[in-house]
């Protein structure tokens, strides 16, 4: 059942993957946002045979492909590494269930990767027509990779109604409404890159058509990003939704996502539209910062709202199936898998049946101290892909000065004391060996108690 667990100390294997995956999503949004934006802009230079804006547009494609191919490339397999180790099972359903989609997005990667290549060697040795088909070749695979990817992220969400059809999988309730997001949101961020780009190597003439031309995809993006999100909230299912409203750090990334898409509009309608001058590299600094507040405001909020499950109705957040519950309430949680069982008959072979399987009756009969060693080892299994010992969502700091009692409750019925959590999926003797682990980690309540002691 189980795999191996990866404890990352303070941050958790999960925030580590939030890290990774929006550092790509910084750079991966503007792959696609820029690839439209240099596929019309070239266009429009080649048209007006704008000489000065063309080579512009050079430094920018250069700038461009360094940032998608280097930082994409790296946090891309990054990605891969993270989940793999941190959230096996729900990767493998997603491979098993997707493999023919993720076939064709790597094919459209790399149609990204050779066309932007043979664009950028290309400039001045390729004839206008050709090179600028290469370079929306380019633009076109690139949303398409974001079309193919989103279905399977988004499926994660809300599978909908599939019932394991893979086609009606992939038009999941959430990826029309993510893929329209998303799109905005390329659009968005990318023409903020491309004001950073134009404050420190424009010219005053060029920079004043930057800011006149890429002043309409923010207007585009914006639209289609709010568009999106607000269809994305709707096509919610109802523990998400609740997840949403229900949590205060939610909120206050929401407000901030809010914030930060109302302050680039206005800045961009009040400020550069009537003041092109005013594109300095702190201003451009400024509104490029506030695009990635924006955007990792919202991936958070989309990674956040998905619990109890990883993939919701199909694999919860610890790694488990929900056919699998019976079995394990019913044999254990440590008997589910090979490697916390092995380590449990290395450390407490006293456990051990006939058969190489722990004995439920056993683990009562364990020391004080033993029952809270193997009580830890469940907690990292169980209930490690949220939570640390200390540090982000830290057993230490949310258990203090809890009682017995409630840790008790907690232990046995999560999901009554936060529907976010997954429910309890081992035997009642491994429930008290957890709870054992957790009051010794909950302290005493601070200050004086109700009672005044």
Not at 12 to 30: D, G, K, N, Q, R
Not at 31 to 44: D, Q, R, T
Not at 248 to 268: K, R
């Amino acid at each position: 059942m189980h795999y191996p667990f990866w404890d990352v100390p303070g941050l958790t294997a999960p925030m580590l993957i939030a890290v990774v995956a929006t550092l790509h999503i910084f750079v991966s949004l503007y792959a696609v946002g820029g690839g439209l934006f240099l596929a019309v802009e070239v266009g429009h230079a080649y048209r007006t045979n704008d000489r000065a804006y063309l080579e512009y547009l050079r430094g920018h494609a250069k700038f461009f492909i360094l940032v998608t191919m280097v930082w994409g490339s790296i946090t891309g397999v990054g990605i891969w590494w993270t989940i793999g180790l941190a959230s096996p099972l729900a990767t493998e359903f997603l491979i098993r269930t997707f493999v023919f989609a993720w076939g064709a997005e790597y094919v459209f990667f790399l149609i990204e990767i050779v066309s932007a290549f043979v664009f950028w060697y290309g400039w001045g040795t390729l004839a206008p027509r050709v090179h600028l088909a290469i370079l929306r070749i380019y633009a076109a695979a690139a949303w398409i990779s974001l079309v193919i990817i989103t279905p399977i992220t988004s499926f994660m969400l809300n599978p909908g109604d599939w019932g394991g059809d893979v086609w009606r999988g992939l038009a999941n309730p959430q990826a029309l409404p993510q893929i329209i997001g998303r799109t905005g949101a390329a659009l968005l961020l990318a023409t903020l890159y491309v004001h950073l780009h134009a404050a420190f190597r424009a010219g005053a003439p060029v920079r004043d058509l930057v800011v006149s031309r890429a002043a309409r995809p923010v207007y585009a993006g914006t639209a289609l990003f709010v568009a999106g999100a607000g269809w994305w909230f709707a096509a919610l299912p109802a523990s998400a939704r609740a997840a949403a409203i229900g949590a205060p750090v939610l909120n206050i990334f929401a407000a901030a996502l809010a914030g930060s898409v109302a302050g680039v509009l206005a800045m961009m309608l009040a400020g550069l539209r009537r003041f092109p001058a005013w594109l300095s590299p702190g201003f451009a600094i400024l509104l490029w910062g506030m695009g990635l507040v924006a955007v990792g405001a919202g991936e958070f909020i989309r990674e956040a709202v998905r619990k109890p499950f990883v993939i919701y109705g199909e694999v919860y957040s610890h790694g488990v199936l929900p056919g699998e519950l019976p079995g394990l309430r019913r044999n254990g949680w440590v008997n589910g898998g090979l490697w916390v069982r092995r380590w449990a008959l290395r450390r407490f072979p006293q456990l051990a049946n006939r058969t190489g399987a722990i004995r439920r009756d056993a683990i009562a009969r364990l020391p004080a101290g033993s029952r809270r060693d193997l009580g830890e080892a469940i907690a990292m299994h169980h209930c490690g892909s949220c939570h640390a010992t200390d540090g982000y969502m830290g057993f230490r700091q949310f258990l203090h000065g809890w009682t017995p009692e409630l840790i008790g409750t907690l232990v046995r019925h999560p999901e009554r004391v936060r529907f976010v959590m997954p429910p309890w999926s081992g035997t009642e003797a491994e429930a008290a060996a957890l709870a054992a682990y957790l009051e010794g980690l909950a302290g005493s309540m601070p200050g004086k108690t109700h009672d005044g002691t």
